[in-house]
């Protein structure tokens, strides 16, 4: 099968720590094809990432071009990745989908951050002629926050974990308005599988799979120590460190998880303009929080490092 537009890419997205290796594990039981060369598997996540090796290193290429790092906090524009060296990663990218993917007629690609940088797939989309379809990976934040804590204890912080929720899910996201959305709760997912693989390849409209797959991905991948913890509506309520924002958008996806008729989808994208505006309004300060971050960064790893970390901390200790 040659590039065309009637070829499909899923991509899978969602904050860290919110179940996207689960999900992309998920659509694999669907027929989606990921591929096979996947990153390999860590303490990080022992039973694997299900992202393509190639793809992902230049979408971190991609994202290190506009001065992202991973954990970066700041809005970008689109216009930040109309460059030459973007360019250059997009032509890289076509190469790789011509040749992993040409005769799949739906591919999927993992990337957590992929709506980070939504628009350096612009050009790639067009093309190839490909139609694009988003899975997000949702999970309570609090869940989120407690297991990136176990990995990085700065980022997982409340406060910390829940401004790379943000951007990892708001800026860009109404580019997708239109296209074919699911979003998977990672807690639906752990207590009744295959109703929610159903309910994702409907909201895909993918074709068929056999059972076979979806067994194999209920009896053998999923295990109760994937999830360590579980958070309810109402420990969001009653917690006093989750960001309003944070909350609000969350509870607003979940009303996706189940098939949104014309009206609630009208109102899905009218509630969502308001997060929009909420997050873009904190624009200076997430872009103050990278550059301290920066400077950071720069004292402990200079051979001066423990004394300029004292220069930087002396201030704040005097408050």
């Known amino acids: 099968m040659s590039l065309n537009q009637t070829q499909r890419v899923v991509f ?70 109309d460059a030459p060296e973007i360019h250059a990663l997009q032509d890289a990218v076509i190469e790789v989908i011509q040749r992993r993917f040409s005769d799949s007629p739906i591919w999927g690609f993992k990337y957590g951050r992929t709506l980070r940088i939504l628009p350096f797939w612009d050009r790639i989309l067009a093309t190839t002629q490909q139609a694009p379809s988003y899975v997000i990976a949702l999970r309570n934040p609090l869940s989120v926050a407690r297991s990136r804590a176990k990995i990085d204890p700065r980022r997982g912080q409340q406060a910390a974990s829940d401004l790379e929720w943000l951007v990892s899910i708001v800026p860009f996201f109404r580019k997708i308005q239109g296209q074919r959305l699911a979003v998977v709760d990672y807690d639906d997912l752990m207590d009744a599988p295959a109703c929610a693989l159903k309910h994702m390849a ?118």
Do not use: C
């Open 12 to 81: 899978v997205i969602g904050a860290g720590r919110s179940g996207t290796s689960t999900v992309a594990r998920a659509l694999q039981a669907l027929g989606v094809d990921l591929g096979n060369r996947f990153k390999k598997a860590s303490r990080k996540n022992p039973t694997g990432f299900f992202e393509d090796k190639d793809l992902l290193a230049l979408s971190k290429k991609a994202r290190r071009a506009v001065n992202l790092r991973a954990d970066s906090v700041r809005l970008v524009e689109a216009s930040d990745f």
């Open 202 to 319: 409907e909201q895909l409209k993918l074709p068929q799979t056999s059972d076979a797959k979806i067994e194999e991905f209920v009896d053998q991948f999923l295990k109760p120590g994937l999830r360590h913890t579980r958070f309810s509506d109402e420990d969001l309520s009653q917690s006093s460190q989750i960001n309003p924002i944070v909350k609000d958008a969350y509870r607003l996806l979940r009303t996706w998880t189940t098939s949104p008729n014309a009206q609630a989808i009208d109102a899905f994208w009218a509630a969502w303009a308001d997060i929009e505006a909420r997050v873009e309004a904190l624009s200076p300060l997430l872009s103050l929080i990278d550059a301290k971050e920066d400077d950071w960064r720069r004292a402990v790893t200079s051979p001066w490092g423990p004394l300029q970390s004292w220069q930087l901390l002396k201030p704040w200790l005097k408050q």
